[in-house]
């Protein structure tokens, strides 16, 4: 289902992959600097998800200022919150690279607002954590300050997330968190001698079952 949602004097392209039965959860999911919510990864996860009965809501936002993404990401937060069509019991914020810093962004801002317990957790996948080759500026206050369950999945590759420095910043988190690594994988997942499906599929699985195992635990 296609969907513009109001930001300011102009609209946000958004699609809703709904499931065949009225699902009680959403994941709202949002792409990187470069693309749209048609990247590859992000319809294929919607669409696996929506097939397992949570609602996906994935959405556009172009700009590379990251307090423009927040906002925009925070919009269709509110937006979702207030829908009549789909009454949630909460949603999940996911996004890529860039989408994961503005996801993260707002998991911040609205624990600190208003902790009604409607967002659950944050999916980032591909986490820019710092720059290539600028190990020595890590983008991790959002995460420390982070309260919600937090799943990371990145590839061990990752020339923007480097494995040491992520395990050195998930050590300070307090929230609830795992790391799938995704062996190989680059900034963009693509992993030498395997399909890009292949590695789809398997992220797919993994976000599946941590949400799963997380929608039974009230995080306090």
Known sequence: VKVKIPFGNKYLDAIFSVPEKKPTYGVILTHGAGGDMNFPHLVSLAAYLASHGVLC???TCKGLNVAYRTKAFKTVVEYLKLSDDYKLSG???AGRSMGSRAAASVVRQL???DDDGFIQGLV??????HRPK???K???EDLLLSRCPVLFVSGSADEMCEKQLLEGVVSKMKAPKRIHWIDKANHGMAVK???TEDVMEEINVQVFSWLRENVQLEHK
Request: hydrophobic residues 40%; glycine residues 4%; proline residues 4%.
């Open 111 to 113: 624990s600190q607002d």
């Open 91 to 93: 949603v999940f914020l």
């Open 57 to 59: 809501l994935r959405f």
């Open 124 to 129: 980032c996948l591909s986490y820019p954590l």
């Open 193 to 195: 001698g395997r399909t």
């Open 138 to 140: 890590l983008r991790d």
């Open 134 to 136: 600028l190990q020595s």
